[in-house]
């Protein structure tokens, strides 16, 4: 009996964390200063080709040094294939030798959303558009300064726009 208790108390501790999660994810996303871009899965399929469909909306990876943006050094604004949110400047891209295109930061701190990755038994940070949710890439704490971050990010889920 003393074991059923427990657990219970551990299912409700889990249930009323996820419950604040949601909230706080819920109360995030109601003061964006954009629309969330939602749509039918149709709609993204018919939008989207289906690698951009993979990596955006499936949480899939590109083959590491695949990217056409992987070596491009051209100025510009890196943004999200899916909705075209400003994601990433040219200015902040470095040459990680990772084989995806890296920044050591966003564009700014609202067009990126971050949410825990434990798949394949690891504890990563994945990286989404906050306007699509589209799945972005990862980030980790091994960048150069002045953020210390390398936001590891598909090649397949921006599209460049060359600065004029």
Not at 143 to 161: D, E, H, Q, V, W
Request: proline residues 4%; aromatic residues 10%.
């Amino acid at each position: 009996m003393k074991n059923v208790i427990v657990l219970l108390s551990i299912t409700f501790s889990f249930i009323s964390c996820a419950q604040q999660q949601n909230t706080e994810k819920k109360t995030k996303a109601e003061n964006l200063p954009f629309d969330k871009v939602e749509k039918p899965e149709s709609e993204w399929k018919a939008q989207l080709s289906d690698f951009e469909y993979y990596v955006l909306r499936e949480k899939g990876t590109e083959r590491a040094f695949t990217s056409d943006l992987l070596n491009n050094k051209k100025e510009g604004t890196y943004v999200c294939t899916a909705c075209a949110l400003p994601l990433f400047t040219s200015t902040t891209k470095f040459k990680s030798g990772t084989g995806w295109p890296s920044f050591y930061e966003p564009i700014n701190e609202v067009n990126v959303a971050e949410e825990d990755d434990v798949s394949y038994g690891m504890v990563r940070t994945e990286v989404l558009c906050a306007r699509c949710d589209g799945h972005l890439g990862h980030v980790f704490a091994d960048g150069p300064a002045p953020t210390g971050l390398r936001y590891c990010i598909n090649g397949a889920a921006l599209k460049f726009a060359e600065k004029e």
